[in-house]
């Protein structure tokens, strides 16, 4: 069986059937560093609530990169894993996006960056999220000049992810309202937000920005809930 017949079926969407055929290779090629990371990406595929192999997966990432200090995929997988999922080693999260944006383009220190200021939020460290917010938004400005559609999508979620640095774990709500007007600059990608700022903004009295932002709610062809209304 060759690595390529893996692949292919991992590119199917068959990742049970991936996951299966994987053991018996790496029973014979253990070494096999691409294959190790193939499986944990089966592993991660597979995962959810009610079926969590999230923990293997990573541990299996984490081999991957002690084989190959510069996989950058390896340290996507295992940066969100650590960030989102397990949560409970903050300062293992770090050092895993440091390196990775040590190594990363770009384009990847995107991606690498948010998950950093979350890490920075879990570990309550709020200035250095706000910096790296901050030194976020500059670097999707460059990333994604010539792709308006990504450059606003990216745009208005770091703008919001820093408004609700200022809302939820700083508590201070008028700071929060001033970030959350940066991202009404671009097309927020689910109704829930504009509810959010616009409650917000009628909470401090800010009706004009608010009656804007409901505006921009109903007219935005997204499907809006009763309680919304």
């Not at 991936?18 to 089966?42: R, V």
């Not at 084989?67 to 999260?93: C, G, H, R």
């Not at 600059?185 to 959010?196: A, H, I, N, T, V």
Request: one cysteine or more.
């Amino acid at each position: 069986m060759k690595i390529e017949y893996l692949l292919g079926l991992f590119e199917l969407g068959q990742y049970k059937q991936c996951l299966a055929q994987l053991q018996d290779f790496l029973n014979i090629h253990a070494n096999h560093t691409n294959a190790l990371l193939l499986k944990a990406k089966c592993l991660f595929e597979i995962s959810n609530s009610k079926y969590n192999r999230y923990y293997e997966a990573y541990d299996d990432f984490i081999k991957v990169l002690d084989a190959d200090p510069n996989s950058l995929e390896a340290f996507q997988y295992a940066t969100y894993i650590s960030v989102y999922i397990i949560k409970t080693d903050p300062e293992k999260s770090l050092e895993l996006c440091n390196k990775w944006l040590d190594l990363a383009p770009q384009v990847h220190q995107v991606e690498a960056l948010q998950y950093r200021a979350q890490a920075y939020r879990t570990s309550k460290n709020y200035p250095l999220a706000l910096k790296d917010y901050d030194q976020l938004i500059s670097i999707i400005q460059l990333v994604f000049a010539d792709d308006r559609i990504k450059l606003d999508s990216a745009l208005a979620m770091a703008y919001i992810e820093k408004g609700q640095t200022y809302l939820n774990d700083l508590n201070n709500p008028n700071v929060a309202l001033q970030v959350f007007k940066d991202s009404f600059k671009y097309q927020l990608p689910d109704s829930q937000y504009y509810f959010d700022i616009a409650s917000l903004a009628f909470s401090l009295q800010d009706f004009e920005f608010g009656g804007a932002v409901a505006l921009r709610l109903f007219s935005s062809g997204q499907t809006v809930t009763p309680q919304q209304v």
